[in-house]
Nanobody, 133 residues
Framework: QLQLVESGGDSVPAGGSLRLSCAAS?????????????LAWFRQAPGEEREGIAA???????????WYTNSVRGRFTISQDNNKNTAFLQMDNLKPEDTGMYFC??????????????????WGQGTQVTVSS
């Protein structure tokens, strides 16, 4: 069964940058029978629901697409290195409201439900990001 492990969380001042990593335990390109995969980053602040931040989809032919929630568009960049089975979330110009536990998750397709955490079954354990003002 595919396992995901996040890393890279830290405490930074507002305006700072962090790069989160999500390492998969196996070649995610062959995890789902469709040959496609969706990797997404979620954020959860204390007492709040898990929020979809960004997602990257890779089709069976290798084509990709990305999605961002409005609050991070232009500041965060999602990417992946298929050779290393790792996804990344580059976070720049961080704000205090970006504080939370960051999780990565995967499923076979992204689409309109990419930000719906209830649609994902495979999750990492999370990495904490704290942004001070």
């Amino acid at each position: 069964q595919l396992q995901l492990v996040e890393s890279g969380g830290d405490s930074v001042p507002a305006g700072g940058s962090l790069r989160l990593s999500c390492a998969a335990s196996a070649d995610i390109r062959h995890t789902y029978t469709s040959g496609t995969h969706c990797l997404a980053w979620f954020r959860q602040a204390p007492g709040e629901e898990r929020e979809g931040i960004a997602a990257i989809y890779t089709g069976a032919s290798g084509t990709s697409n990305v999605w961002y929630t409005n609050s991070v568009r232009g500041r965060f960049t999602i990417s992946q290195d298929n050779n290393k089975n790792t996804a990344f979330l580059q976070m720049d110009n961080l704000k205090p409201e970006d504080t939370g536990m960051y999780f990565c998750a995967s499923k076979s397709l992204c689409g309109l439900t990419w930000a719906d955490y209830t649609r994902y079954k495979t999750w990492g354990q999370g990495t904490q990001v704290t942004v001070s003002s």
